[in-house]
């Protein structure tokens, strides 16, 4: 396995930065990786993540991201593609790339979130063999509604 292929969240990011990308840009399965860098909206303290990237020409299509919480809990995050390139199996390849290096890593569980009405997510993540374990209902009213 080559060393980028082991690097995960701020390792990766400082290996990234150190090498110029050349240890970090391709990570696991040739999987391309970009380093997104975003300011805090309270703290205004810049955050920077390693998320993998699609690209068509000079374009990039599609964004897949990995996390993993102070306990521990690795998720498989936000995936999104550009709306052209859609329903051509990216999603499924970024996702693929990402469960292949947590199970490569020794990772025994991983979570994911989305929400009824993302249809094509929920498909996804079934064929990827993810179950339903918990379920979150969100209620909102305006206060002037409420008998309080
Ligand atoms: C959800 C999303 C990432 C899927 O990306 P994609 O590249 O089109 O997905 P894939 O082509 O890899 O699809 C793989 C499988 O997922 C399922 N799927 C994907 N989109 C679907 C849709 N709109 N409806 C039903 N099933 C869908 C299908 O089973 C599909 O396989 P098939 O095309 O052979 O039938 C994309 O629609 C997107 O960016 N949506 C907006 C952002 C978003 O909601 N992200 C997830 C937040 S939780």
Redesign the pocket.
């Known amino acids: 396995m080559s060393e980028a292929a082991s690097l995960y969240g701020q390792e990766h990011v400082q290996r990234y930065r150190e090498t110029n990308g050349a240890v970090g840009h391709i990570w696991r399965n040739g999987a391309k990786v970009l380093l997104l860098t975003t300011m805090g909206r309270k703290t205004g303290k810049p955050t920077t993540t390693p998320l993998i990237y699609e690209q068509a020409g000079d374009d990039v299509v599609?964004l897949s991201g990995m996390c993993r919480a102070p306990d521990g809990a690795v998720e498989d995050g936000?995936?999104?593609?550009r709306r052209d390139?859609?329903?051509?199996?990216?999603?499924?390849?970024l996702k693929r790339a990402k469960l292949a290096w947590a199970t490569a890593n020794g990772v025994d569980r991983i979570t994911t979130?989305?929400?009824r009405g993302?249809?094509?997510?929920r498909?996804?993540n079934e064929?990827l063999g993810y179950e339903y374990r918990s379920v979150s209902i969100t209620v909102r009213a305006s206060l002037e509604q409420l008998r309080l």
Do not use: K, S, Y
Not at 78 to 81: D, R
């Open positions: 599609a936000l995936t999104v593609v390139w859609r329903r051509r199996g990216v999603a499924e390849a979130w989305t929400q993302n249809d094509g997510m498909a996804l064929r």
